[in-house]
Nanobody
Framework: QVQLVESGGGLVQTGGSLRLSCAAS??????????MTWFRQAPGKEREFVAG????????DYADSVKGRFTISRDNAKNTVYLQMNSLKPEDAAVYYC????????????????WGQGTQVTVSS
């Protein structure tokens, strides 16, 4: 089993920045072959794709709503993926979840094998 633990959430003003981290532990052998992705879920809404990075970092994908503001990266030596969030807006407020699946990024939540417990991001206007 692989455990994913998110951190870095919090309260920020509109226009501010946060950096989320997702650390993998447990059976991490081969985790470097997994795509890592961030989803988010706001109250009363479906969990939605935010950003994903392929197993080797060679490919990234972003939701249109965050392009140019968010950057996903990974450090396979540390089994950690990051989400740098800049120019935050009130509509970015949600619980952010980290997820993992083999090799390639998918934008559908049902395609993911492992999930973290989430970290809350609150953006004040």
């Amino acid at each position: 089993q692989v455990q994913l633990v998110e951190s870095g959430g919090g309260l920020v003003q509109t226009g501010g920045s946060l950096r989320l981290s997702c650390a993998a532990s447990g059976r991490t052998f081969g985790l470097g072959l997994y795509a890592m992705t961030w989803f988010r879920q706001a109250p009363g809404k479906e969990r939605e794709f935010v950003a994903g990075i392929s197993w080797n970092g060679g490919s990234t994908d972003y939701a249109d709503s965050v392009k140019g503001r968010f950057t996903i990266s990974r450090d396979n030596a540390k089994n950690t993926v990051y989400l740098q969030m800049n120019s935050l807006k009130p509509e970015d407020a949600a619980v952010y979840y980290c997820a993992a699946r083999p090799l390639a990024v998918a934008t559908t939540k049902n395609d993911y094998d492992y999930w973290g417990q989430g970290t809350q991001v609150t953006v004040s206007s």
